[in-house]
């Protein structure tokens, strides 16, 4: 370890620049892992944060500077360098088999683990899970867990390899339901105390200020602040040091028109919808969505979001009962739901969305901007034009349309398919977790744009673990819990804890 002053540091990077052609996304960062302790990173979308990351993971190697461990230049490309060397990564898109058990998971990603006992790989893992309290099951089978549950596994997975001493996390907790956010910064503090050094990725300001002991805010590429808890850490310092002389607006919800025009405009009858593997996940369930309004869907992850929502877009069929929109049943796939009007932006926009190679601009036309043609083609420069025009684009700050959309940030693929579906303007938008991966900024821009489109007539149904959002953006809403669909419940007469303990127990005897 490398000693500086009275502390040893684990990890020291110097000047580190990255370029992708004439886009600098790192400019001389400098900074410190230290044993021990948790450094957080923050900034916009886009900022330079994965950049920073993957530098110091070994995906990427810097064009200048220089990152030292043991008082010696090291150099970490590619990630088996890295991994040698004792770092660790828990990506967002996890990187597992599904049809695997945790446990031959485990096995196929540990170098020599394939060749390790199962029962002494078995107590490894199981003597990690209850020391950080990850509570992994060796023997489940991945199809079957969420998200939080394939996250803990990642973890384990790291933990497992003996070198790792600095774990790097990519906004670990934008898939996680508010429980599994506790449960996991508890895990960052045991973690502090067995003196790893933590490298943290967020967007959310309070759990820095809970648990970070350094930070250090990227704004285009380059260190607008660093601090250290001693130092004194302020959400108004940090969020200025993230979005320069832009302010942070409040999101405000009229109190709609009383004669507003309220008629169904999407009903669910008595719907039963199965899941990818034939089980039963929603039971006898009823859903009206009037014109204009936002009805807000609460659940723990896993609980039918994903099957309901493809439901609602043609991607899968009630097993029985009636969907109808605008009293009329679809027939058809995909294509016919967009004909009937809606519009859908999917809980995974990085996987479900993105067609590689393709830019902005002709990501636009896939269930966006309505085509028009030229001659025996598509009228590229109208797209451009209405591309140009759009509010709903600009207010996103949407990058350039020619930007090809697999080297974007991954805020700033959510913003693009956040801009394809609000410019649609669609009759119903069903939306899911809209503003996961994006910045504090870019959040409450997006959901006073829902408000606004909701206004303008747009029936939304608004999937999201975040309550709070869910709060501030619904006129109605609904729980997913134990196969049912309970509610509708309006938000004055509820509040948070009671719609948590539906979401965990269901409704109250
Ligand atoms: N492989 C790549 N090719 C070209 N440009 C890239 C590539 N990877 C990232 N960029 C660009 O570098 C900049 C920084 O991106 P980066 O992913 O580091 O941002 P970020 O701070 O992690 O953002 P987010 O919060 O949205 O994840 C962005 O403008 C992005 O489009």
New binding site residues.
């Given amino acids: 370890m490398e000693s500086i002053g009275h502390v040893t540091c684990l990890l020291q990077a110097k000047g580190l620049t990255k370029r992708?052609?004439s886009?600098t996304?790192?400019q001389g960062i400098d900074l410190e892992v230290k044993p021990g302790t948790i450094h957080a990173v923050l900034?916009?979308?886009?900022?330079?944060?994965?950049?920073?990351m993957k530098m110091l993971y070994g995906v990427y190697e810097p064009d200048e500077g220089q990152i030292i461990m043991d008082g010696e230049p090291v150099t970490l490309h590619p990630p088996t360098k890295a991994r040698a060397k004792g770092i660790g990564m828990v990506f967002q898109d996890f990187r597992l088999i599904p049809a695997m058990t945790v446990l031959d998971n485990i096995a196929l990603a540990v170098e020599g683990g394939w060749r390790l006992r199962r029962k002494r790989l078995r107590q490894r893992i199981m003597g990690i899970s209850s020391k950080y309290g990850l509570s992994v099951d060796p023997d489940a089978y991945v199809w079957q867990m969420d998200l939080g549950q394939r996250q803990r596994l990642e973890i384990v997975k790291t933990l497992l390899v003996p070198s790792t001493k600095i774990i790097i996390f990519d906004?670990p907790t934008s898939v996680l339901v508010p429980q599994e956010v506790e449960a996991f910064l508890n895990m960052l503090n045991l973690l502090r105390q067995d003196r790893y050094g933590i490298l943290l990725?967020t967007?959310k300001i309070n759990e820095v200020l809970a648990v970070a002991d350094q930070v250090t805010v990227?704004r285009s590429?380059q260190i607008t602040y660093s601090a250290s808890r001693e130092q004194g850490l302020d959400s108004h310092t940090l969020i200025a040091a993230m979005m320069g002389d832009k302010s942070l607006k409040p999101v405000v919800k009229p109190v709609p028109d009383s004669d507003r025009d309220t008629s169904p405009v999407l009903q669910i009858e008595q719907g039963t919808i199965k899941g990818d593997h034939g089980e039963e996940v929603l039971n006898n369930i009823q859903l009206t969505l009037q014109k204009s309004e936002i009805i807000g869907v609460a659940g723990i992850s896993g609980s039918g979001q994903r099957e309901l929502s493809e439901v609602l877009y043609g991607l899968r069929k009630l097993s029985s009962g009636s969907l109808t929109v605008g009293g009329r049943a679809i027939i058809g796939g995909t294509r016919a739901f967009m004909e009937a009007g809606i519009s859908f932006v999917s809980e995974d926009p990085i996987k479900e969305s993105v067609i590689p190679g393709f830019t902005i601009l002709e990501h636009m036309v896939l269930d966006g901007i309505p085509l028009r043609e030229k001659g025996a083609g598509i009228d590229w420069r109208h797209i451009r034009s209405v591309l140009d025009d759009s509010g709903e684009a600009k207010a996103l700050a949407l990058?350039e349309p020619d930007?090809?959309a697999d080297?974007?940030?991954?805020?700033?693929v959510q913003r693009m398919v956040l801009s394809r579906a609000l410019i649609r303007k669609p009759d119903i938008l069903i939306i899911s977790y809209p503003s996961r991966?994006l910045?504090i900024g870019t959040t409450r821009t997006i959901q006073q744009n829902l408000i606004e489109l909701a206004k303008q007539g747009t029936a939304i149904l608004l999937f999201s673990e975040d309550l709070d959002e869910l709060f501030k953006l619904s006129d109605r809403l609904v729980v997913l819990s134990g196969k049912q669909m309970l509610g509708p419940y309006l938000p004055s007469e509820t509040d948070i804890s009671q719609i948590g303990y539906r979401m965990l127990k269901g409704e109250p005897a």
Avoid at 407 to 412: A, H, R, V
């Fill in positions: 992708f052609g886009l996304a790192n900034g916009e979308n886009g900022a330079g944060k994965s950049t920073l906004e990725i967007h990227l590429g990058a930007r090809r080297q974007l940030s991954g805020g700033n991966g910045d």
